[in-house]
């Protein structure tokens, strides 16, 4: 999968590198934005008491 990605990118290899960059640079802002927030609100969190 990832070498059909490689190969369908256009430009010399330096431009791949650079796209390559930027798409895992935006789903990595798209998860942090839309679907973690998401899931958070579907995973309960225990309440956590700590006596001393």
Do not use: K, S
């Not at 430009?11 to 789903?27: D, F, K, N, Q």
């Amino acid at each position: 999968m990832y070498g059909a990605l490689w190969r369908a990118l256009p430009g010399p290899v330096w431009v791949r590198l650079i796209i390559v960059l930027v798409l895992v640079a935006a789903v990595i802002y798209a998860l942090f934005t839309w679907v973690f927030p998401l899931v958070q609100e579907l995973v309960p969190v225990p309440d956590v008491t700590v006596e001393e």
